[in-house]
């Protein structure tokens, strides 16, 4: 009897081994693309708002720049003459009229060369006495600067000394100006500098003018003292005749300075000009156009003794 075949049984192990850690290339990639797709949808865009006149000043701006020796953008990146008209691309009409207008500028600036050339061998010619002055002048706007800072940090300290009217810092404005420097004393919704359809101040206000006294006897510049107010409402009654009234209250003004010590001499003038010149145009009713202003006025520069020789 014949033996019965077994069966083979083949048992197959497969070994799992952990996979290699794979890297962020690929967004990077990702990225990339991205971008580049996002700048290619964007030029499509740009090109198709651009006109056909935009379109030739982009070529020509970024042409190669060996075709020639202008420099490119001269009147803007879109409109501007990017390249010369010679060179290895073809001319057109318009290059040529291009072309002769860098011409006609070439030798416009030329002349304007020559023209400043001649001025300064002239300027070189002029006695040294002029030359001095014109110096000395166009160093006067610096100079007046640099003074108009320090008076300012002069009244400003004045004031820094009178705790007590701090309540005024808005009725008190000091501010530089082309005349020099304005030291205004300007009326508030509800606090006024002056009595009502007076000329006289009230305490405060001659408080801080004999505060600001010393200060402006101190400094070289000249005053100047203005009144102002504001133009009456429709309907309603004047506080005192306007030109009176201002040319008042700028009197009282110097009379309280020069009672505080500033000499008679420091005073160019004084001046009430009524509502002729409101501090806002626009809304000529409102308080903040009743003021007086005292402007210290830009001081010359004393010549140097050297002019005169």
């Not at 019965?4 to 497969?14: S, T």
């Not at 740009?46 to 060996?66: C, D, R």
Request: no cysteine.
């Amino acid at each position: 009897m014949a033996m019965a075949l077994q069966p083979i049984i083949i048992i197959k192990r497969v070994k799992k081994t952990p996979h290699a850690h794979h890297g962020g290339a690929w967004k990077i990639a990702y990225a990339d693309f991205v971008t580049a797709m996002m700048a290619f949808f964007l030029l499509m865009w740009l090109i198709s708002m651009t006109t056909e006149e935009q379109k030739v000043g982009l070529a020509e701006y970024f042409a190669p720049a060996a075709l020639s020796t202008q420099t490119s953008g001269a009147g803007g990146m879109l409109y501007g003459t990017a390249l010369d008209t010679s060179g290895n691309k073809a001319a057109t009409p318009r290059d040529a009229a291009r072309g002769a207008a860098d011409t006609s500028g070439d030798k416009a600036s030329t002349q304007r060369d020559a023209a400043r050339g001649s001025a300064e061998q002239e300027d070189r010619t002029l006695p040294a006495r002029q030359r001095r002055a014109s110096d000395l002048a166009a160093s006067r706007p610096a100079a007046s600067e640099q003074a108009n800072v320090s008076a300012i940090a002069s009244l400003r300290q004045a004031l820094e000394k009178m705790p007590e009217i701090g309540e005024l810092s808005r009725n008190i404005v000091i501010e530089p100006t082309k005349e020099g420097v304005d030291v205004s004393l300007v009326d508030q919704d509800g606090r006024s500098m002056f009595r009502e359809g007076s000329v006289y101040p009230d305490e405060r206000t001659r408080r801080v003018l004999e505060a600001l006294a010393p200060a402006m006897r101190r400094l070289p510049n000249r005053l100047s003292i203005t009144g102002h107010t504001a133009t009456a409402r429709p309907g309603s009654a004047q506080a005192g005749e306007p030109w009176n009234l201002t040319a008042g209250r700028a009197l009282a003004v110097r009379e309280i300075l020069a009672g505080a010590g500033v000499p008679d001499d420091n005073f160019a003038s004084v001046v009430g000009r009524s509502d002729t010149e409101p501090a806002f145009p626009d809304n000529p009713y409102i308080a903040p156009n009743r003021r007086v202003t005292i402007t210290l006025l830009n001081a010359s520069p004393p010549a140097p003794p050297s002019l005169f020789r």
